[in-house]
């Protein structure tokens, strides 16, 4: 799921662990110093695992807009992926 400063993957898997959240901010997201602070913004992910089932698994890919974007804005866009994940429990 594609929103303007995040791209959202999903996989529900069939397992009993625990959710799983992976980040990835590449070069074209900006220098080190800004890929690592989009980085920490990200982690407004953690207030959304209450929300997935236990095997689920999400990877958010930040988009080069994401550096200029809130945490508030942020975590806006990444609500809204989980909103529209499916049921079936795979998503581009």
């Given at each position: 799921?594609?929103?303007?400063?995040?791209?959202?993957?999903?996989?529900?898997?069939?397992?009993?662990?625990?959710?799983?959240?992976?980040?990835?901010?590449?070069?074209?997201?900006?220098?080190?110093?800004?890929?690592?602070?989009?980085?920490r913004?990200?982690?407004?992910?953690?207030?959304?695992?209450?929300?997935?089932?236990?095997?689920?698994r999400?990877?958010?890919?930040?988009?080069?807009?994401?550096?200029?974007?809130?945490?508030?804005?942020?975590?806006?866009?990444?609500?809204?992926?989980?909103?529209?994940?499916?049921a079936?429990?795979?998503?581009?």
């Amino acid at each position: 799921m594609t929103q303007p400063d995040i791209v959202v993957h999903f996989l529900r898997g069939d397992g009993e662990t625990a959710p799983h959240v992976g980040l990835v901010v590449g070069k074209p997201v900006g220098s080190a110093v800004e890929r690592h602070r989009v980085a920490r913004r990200l982690h407004v992910a953690r207030t959304i695992l209450g929300e997935l089932e236990q095997s689920d698994r999400l990877v958010i890919r930040a988009l080069p807009g994401s550096r200029t974007a809130s945490s508030a804005r942020l975590e806006q866009e990444l609500r809204r992926c989980v909103r529209r994940m499916p049921a079936a429990g795979i998503a581009p």
